[in-house]
């Protein structure tokens, strides 16, 4: 070897150009990211369309802007477990892809390491609707209660002025 080959030589080089691209990702991200997105607003209109059962039986519901609120934060709370169940299935899926095309990995390794299913988020979520759904559809409050108090319910006002004294 001539001098100048031994200056640039690196052990680097003498690696064949497989395995240095064993791990290379030759997915498309568009499609991922587009089936990401899909599947994002299918949940929140499901979510949105599982939110206005509560929502609109409560319009004259003596307890209607608490379940309103409520429901809003259920939303909030089902979207974020929804969208982040979906991206880790969506990332193992692509990990579980990649390590069997590597063959490094047995069919019984390959599961190693798999996210699970958050139940208990997801039933926490399904018995808060259930809750709310139930809540909602108890009974109604008359239109005359709403706008007046019973008369059980008032006192009466004592007069401020005495009344005058009756003649005999």
Do not use: C
Not at 23 to 48: E, F, T, W
Not at 58 to 77: E, M, N, P, Q
Not at 147 to 152: D, I, L, M, N, V
């Amino acid at each position: 070897m001539s001098a100048l080959a031994l200056r640039s030589y690196t052990p680097a080089m003498s690696l064949p150009w497989f395995t240095m691209l064993a791990s290379a990702d030759a997915s498309d991200p568009n499609a991922n990211n587009l089936l990401v997105l899909v599947l994002s607003v299918g949940l929140i209109l499901g979510i949105i369309v599982l939110a206005l059962v509560p929502i609109v039986r409560t319009r004259r519901h003596r307890h209607g802007d608490i379940i309103r609120v409520l429901t809003f934060f259920w939303g909030v709370a089902a979207a974020y477990i929804a969208f982040k169940t979906t991206t880790q299935q969506l990332d193992w899926s692509a990990e579980r892809v990649s390590r069997l095309e590597s063959g490094y990995y047995s069919q019984a390794q390959v599961d190693q390491g798999a996210p699970g299913w958050p139940i208990l988020s997801i039933s926490a979520i399904a018995l808060g609707y259930g809750g709310l759904v139930v809540w909602s559809f108890l009974p109604l409050l008359p239109v005359a209660a709403m706008a007046t108090p019973s008369k059980a319910m008032e006192k009466p006002v004592p007069s401020t002025n005495p009344s005058p004294p009756a003649d005999a």
